[in-house]
């Protein structure tokens, strides 16, 4: 894999990348990494590479000729270009895994100050950021990238590592142990000291599902398929506590087990929408009134007054 950035600051990644699995993936040539400073590729012998915005406004800009004269010199056929920006699709291990097995390899754009001339974006073949949050430069965003992706490259990281993890597979990792058996008078679970692996393996499966529903609701791994919402549903669970369980909305639920044959009971009205308690509880976890409202089916109105509720008692 090869990886050049095109950066103010070079000297930046010498160290986060030299270490560990990263700096042994490059000892071992596994990874080259070209490191090019953008001030090189100034066309004025004062090597400006930023000037003000055309229109006024706070702050300086990167202008597109110096980046432009990088890229025609450190751009190899086939590679693509990213820019990083926190106007990008968000990096996830999906795009980490895309970008891994890009066998020309790629080049990182870094950027700095008010961020970039808008025609460098005609340069280049990709957006990426690292979140929704502003960075004051574009270094440690392409060194998150860098190693997310280089431990993907075969070879880096023994493959069997890669394979539970968090975001492999649209589930989080099951929680991990090791000695002691005992610290603080909390126990390892027991199935993990019996030595029975296909009862290791389902205990794991299942703390994987629990821990995803509880934490990410959001994940494909934390949906349920049709047999299991079915299941619970014959077991007597109601469509609005099957919703909350698994993060879907009641109106997704009640269509998911139409869609798996089963007969629906008639809603109850007054167990609609999460319980004060549930409101007050996910509100000071910081969840919004108006992501409650979707995630239970609800109007936001119903959750603003389960709210004050809480807050009058
Ligand atoms: C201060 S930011 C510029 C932000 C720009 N004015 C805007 O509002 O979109 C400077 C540089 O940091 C980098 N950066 C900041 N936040 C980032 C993020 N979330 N992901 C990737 N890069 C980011 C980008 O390269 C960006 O050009």
């Not at 490191?35 to 406004?57: F, I, N, Q």
């Not at 890669?162 to 390892?188: A, C, D, I, K, N």
Request: aromatic share 6%; net charge positive.
């Amino acid at each position: 894999m090869r990886i050049d950035v095109i950066t103010l600051f070079p000297e930046m990644f010498e160290g986060p990348l030299r270490e560990s699995i990263i700096g042994r993936a490059r000892e071992r040539g596994l990874l080259i990494l070209g490191l090019h400073d953008l001030r090189e590729y100034a066309t004025d012998r004062h090597h400006v590479v930023d000037d003000a915005p055309y229109g006024g406004g706070a702050g300086m800009v990167l202008k597109v000729e110096p980046i432009a004269a990088a890229l025609r010199d450190v751009k190899r056929e086939g590679a693509r270009v990213i820019l990083l920006s926190p106007q990008g699709r968000v990096f996830t291990q999906e795009v980490a895994r895309e970008l891994a097995v890009s066998t020309s390899g790629f080049v990182l754009v870094c950027g700095r100050y008010e961020g970039f001339d808008e025609r460098v974006r005609s340069l280049v073949d990709d957006e990426i950021s690292i979140g929704d949050y502003v960075l004051t430069g574009g270094e440690l965003a392409a060194m998150v990238v860098i190693d997310a992706v280089c431990r993907l490259v075969p070879g880096v990281i023994e493959a069997a590592s890669l394979e539970h993890e968090s975001h492999t597979s649209g589930l989080l990792e099951y929680p991990q142990y090791t000695r002691p058996p005992e610290f603080g008078g909390m126990r390892v679970p027991d199935v993990l000291l019996s030595g029975d692996h296909k009862a290791i393996a389902q205990w794991r499966e299942s703390e994987a599902r629990k821990r995803t529903r509880d934490r990410r609701p959001d994940l494909e791994g934390a949906r349920p398929d049709a047999a299991e919402l079915a299941g619970d549903y014959a077991s007597g669970v109601g469509s609005y506590r099957l919703a909350r369980k698994y993060g879907l909305s009641p109106a997704t639920v009640r269509a998911r087990l139409r869609a798996a044959g089963v007969a629906l009971r008639p809603a109850r009205q007054a167990a609609r929408g999460p319980s004060a308690e549930d409101v007050a509880r996910l509100h000071a976890s910081g969840i919004g009134v108006r992501e409650m409202a979707r995630r239970f089916g609800v109007s936001h109105v119903t959750i603003l007054n389960r709210l004050k509720r809480t807050q009058k008692s």
